[in-house]
């Protein structure tokens, strides 16, 4: 758990004089603890020694507050946010001197609206062109290929949540989801949380909504209304054939669906029945945060 943190840093700056002079404050971040993003408009109150001030962090999550030249002289810190729960202590106390006149005091704060609810977004594929898809395809072996865009610049309304094309080469089958809905976004257990390429706190993506499901190659089959889940795990770059490391290989789970009777139509997973994703063999699944809601 990401706790309080405090450090002191000394700094002798340059006058226009040519002489030495104190730059003194007190600077630091606020972060949320569920993601580590910057918390805007926290409030950071300095008093002691006769003196106040305030400053509110910006959207980096920063503040500062400048401090009199006065030495040694201690103040205590206290943070305000209106809502959420400090992890740890809202108030630290600090103490400046010619040594250490510059003072970072780090807070986390839990709970905050928004918080933990910071939406994503995927692209797929990138590593061969399917001609039955007509899109850039990822791929799990010569049997599957899949590729599209879930929840395109984290809005839902570009074509209706994105378009997510799977080919199914062994059964003949082409489903295509039209109308989605990122349903959450999180990460792995067991590895490091977040993407690096793009930087995003998240690694796996699960969305659902409504699609077509349509046979290929001879298979006479169509079905003008199907259901689907899927879940897309972007655990590494590069993400399948040039990463060494099987554990962050790239993962994707498809389920489609009668949405009536919820009878499986079509799926892809690694064990019968319980919705784990498979590790692709090709391509690469990338999630984003561009364009998404911050705190």
Known sequence: MRRMMVRTVVAVLLAASGGPALACHLEGRVICEELGLPVEGATVTVTGAGFTASAQTDGDGYYVVSMPETFPASYEATLTTGQGTIVGSAT????????ASIVAVDWVVGGLPGCGRLGCWLTGGG?????????????????????????PSCSPEPGMGGQWNHVDHERRLFFQGSQITVDRCGNVEGIEPGSTSPVTPYNFIEFSGTGRLKGIAGNKLDRPLVCFA????DRNEPGSSGQRDGAYRDRYFLRVFDCSTGATLLVLETTAGAADPVVITDGNLQLHASSCATP
């Open 230 to 233: 899927a879940r897309a795990e």
């Open 127 to 151: 590593a061969k062109f399917s001609n039955i898809a007509g899109v850039l395809v990822a791929e799990r072996g010569p049997k599957v290929s899949f590729g599209g865009n879930v929840n």
């Open 92 to 99: 630290q106390p600090f103490t400046l001197t010619p040594e």
